[in-house]
């Protein structure tokens, strides 16, 4: 893999006391209980494109792009956002290329039109990276996760390698954001911890090691289609009411 045609564009920010906490509104004790492995997204879409993460520092954008297609192929019915949408929200969001912070592209996803409009989200909600159960049951139940990473300049190496694991590395290179801040679609799981991501037009495995030493900030992703159905039925225990009301003041 070429990495010097690799961008990333994750800009970190300080921790925002606005970001909705999932547990808030998620009751895990009357929703269903996840699989120990969930990667079946993979099995109905299983090309997933670049989005200009190769020449434009997009990454935000481009992890909404593959949202959006795992969200609605594993609905039935794939829809692949063009890559002049994701683009054209990158630079609604901003005039330079210096990249993006993922709340930006989000609030303003919610208000989009057109190509993305039509599967915007009603809401996205900060998922706490030390609950194994609550990372895993909302990808199950919302078609993945948003991942916010600081990439270490040793992934470098392996990516030139062509290795599909992402693996923590002792020692030099290894320091979080020594490369750049990075954001990923991570639409499964794997029984062991390790996650299923989508970068770059490709599909790689994050080792439960490489999240728990880089991955800073986790997104549900809740929308409209995916509120009322899940495998056919309608979720119980989230709590629309008050997603709502606190979106409202806000």
Same mark, same amino acid.
């Given at each position: ?18 970001? /909705? ?94 190509? /993305? ?5 009603? @809401?996205?909600?900060? /998922? ?22 600081? $990439? ?19 020692? @030099? ?25 989508? %970068? ?10 490489? /999240? ?9 992703? $809740?929308?409209?289609?995916? $509120? ?13 009411? %008050?997603?709502? @009301?606190? $979106?409202?003041?806000?």
């Amino acid at each position: 893999m070429n990495v010097e045609h690799l961008k990333t564009g994750c800009l970190v920010a300080p921790p925002d006391a606005r970001n /909705l906490q999932a547990s808030r509104f998620l009751d895990l004790s009357a929703l269903p209980t996840p699989p120990a492995s969930w990667t079946r997204i993979a099995q109905r879409v299983t090309s997933w494109p670049v989005y200009a993460n190769d020449r434009l520092n997009d990454c935000t954008t481009a992890a909404i792009g593959h949202k959006i297609m795992a969200a609605s192929g594993w609905a039935g019915h794939l829809h692949v956002p063009s890559e002049a949408s994701i683009v054209a929200l990158y630079w609604a969001t901003g005039k330079q290329d210096d990249g993006r912070f993922p709340n930006t592209v989000l609030n303003f996803w919610r208000q989009a039109t057109g190509d /993305l409009g039509a599967h915007r989200p009603e @809401a996205y909600v900060a /998922l706490d990276l030390q609950s194994a159960t609550l990372m895993r049951t909302a990808a199950y139940l919302f078609a993945g996760a948003y991942l916010c990473v600081n $990439l270490p300049a040793n992934l470098k190496p392996q990516l030139a390698a062509d290795k599909t694991i992402w693996r923590y590395v002792s020692g @030099a290179g290894s320091a979080p954001g020594s490369w750049a801040g990075h954001a990923v679609a991570a639409p499964g799981y794997y029984a062991n911890g390790d996650w299923d991501i989508r %970068s770059w037009g490709r599909r790689f495995r994050m080792t439960r090691r490489f /999240l728990r030493e880089y991955v800073y900030l986790a997104f549900a992703i $809740l929308s409209t289609d995916e $509120l009322q159905r899940v495998n056919g039925k309608n979720p119980q225990g989230i709590d629309l009411a %008050s997603l709502r @009301a606190d $979106l409202a003041r806000l």
